[in-house]
């Protein structure tokens, strides 16, 4: 077994994204393979590409199956082994799947902090981010605010936002999505992150009372 044993600290500087994705895939499985033998494979294989040994496409292909029936039980089970599954079958086997109600729902691997640790300094804070959001919605007239969906048309919901007016939001989503794209922006930028679940008007007052606590008013 390659036994690579990834710290949760800042990538090195030039690293990827896509590779600092690959970090936070192994750190998740890391914390879980002990205690789950279904994903303890499914390690093994990611721990070997990110060393630069790639298993073939045989050596993901054998554990498919077995993964997603793991990743099926483990929704209705724990929403963190979920989200490795879902994780690790996205990346070694190409799926498109959709991860951002997992991501929002789940808390128990601190996925954001991890991400926000990994990432370092090459993602600044965005200053008084919902008093920006505030102006770029009433005052610069530039977008409007849709919570049920990140992005459409000229509207962006809270997350979408802040994607949308930091300078590295579409490299993250991108890469991460867009829950976690704008949930890492969020952290970094207050050190906590909003419900990015509530109504419109829930959000637009919830973005006012920031704002107006940013700019001290």
Known sequence: MNDIELKIEAAPHGESLERIRDRLLIILLQKISDKHDQVKAICVLNQRSFSGDQPNIEEWRKHRDDLARARDLARDLALALALALDLALDL????????????????????????????????????????????????????????HSWHCGTTHCRAGSAIHIHPMGYELEKVFGSRTAGAVIYLKSTGRVPDFFASNHDAMANIRKCAAEQVGK
């Open 92 to 147: 070694a086997l190409a799926l498109d799947l959709d991860l951002d109600l997992a991501l929002a729902l789940d808390r128990d691997l601190d996925l954001d902090q991890t991400l926000v640790t990994l990432l370092g300094d090459r993602l600044d804070p965005y200053p008084n981010i919902d008093a920006a959001i505030l102006s770029a919605i009433d005052v610069e007239k530039l977008f409007g605010l849709e919570m």
